[in-house]
T-cell receptor, first 116, second 108 residues
């Protein structure tokens, strides 16, 4: 079974530039999550989708971050314009069940962003 | 804002010893609890889940939950160098919230 795919693995940009990350969840997983993990910290949920609807985006900085999950499968996370504090690993995860029923998330390898 | 608190460590234990990791959480309505392991430079992977008070054992790992004290712990028995990683406590009511993790180093 293929795991969660993410790209790019690494990205270096200058502040005020834009960047986009892509995620393809495990086939059949209805719920998709984007987490931000800053070095030395635990993952912080940015946005959670169930199919193509947003379940929770309360911690997404909406003035600069956006995410979509068209057709309920792939998802993209965009940052525009980037700030220095956005340097982090962006983790995509998926789960078969909705978040309220499980904590078993399957994570991709992450996209490491460095903002200079 | 829900909080999940862990001692950041590092926790250094000799090979063969027991590593004990602790986690407290602030939201009394939380119903399910998880431990994820994250190797350096890698993504988190689920190693234990616990839903009711008491102990749950899986191989060398034992999770302990005390909802009244809002406390969950993880014991690693017979620690091996391959157990060296960061262990993330995660708490779920309607979404999964992670602690900052405890870094464990097992000395050969």
């Amino acid at each position: 079974e293929a795991g969660v795919a993410q790209s790019p693995r690494y990205k270096i940009i200058e502040k005020r530039q834009s960047v986009a990350f892509w995620c393809n969840p495990i086939s059949g997983h209805a719920t998709l999550y984007w987490y931000q993990q800053i070095l030395g910290q635990g993952p912080k949920l940015l946005i959670q989708f169930q199919n193509n609807g947003v379940v929770d985006d309360s911690q997404l900085p909406k003035d600069r971050f956006s995410a979509e999950r068209l057709k309920g499968v792939d998802s993209t996370l965009k940052i525009q314009p980037a700030k220095l504090e956005d340097s982090a690993v962006y983790l995509c995860a998926s789960s078969f069940a909705v978040a309220s029923n499980t904590g078993e998330l399957f994570f991709g390898e992450g996209s490491r962003l460095t903002v200079l | 804002q829900k909080e999940v608190e862990q001692n950041s460590g590092p926790l250094s234990v000799p090979e063969g010893a027991i590593a004990s990791l602790n986690c407290t959480y602030s939201d009394r309505v939380s119903q399910s609890f998880f431990w994820y392991r994250q190797y350096s430079g890698k993504s988190p992977e689920l190693i234990m889940s616990i839903y009711s008070n008491g102990d749950k054992e899986d191989g060398r790992f034992t999770a302990q939950l005390n909802k009244a004290s809002q406390y969950v712990s993880l014991l690693i028995r017979d620690s091996q160098p391959s157990d060296s990683a960061t262990y993330l406590c995660a708490v779920n009511d309607y979404k999964l919230s992670f602690g900052a993790g405890t870094t464990v180093t097992v000395r050969a």
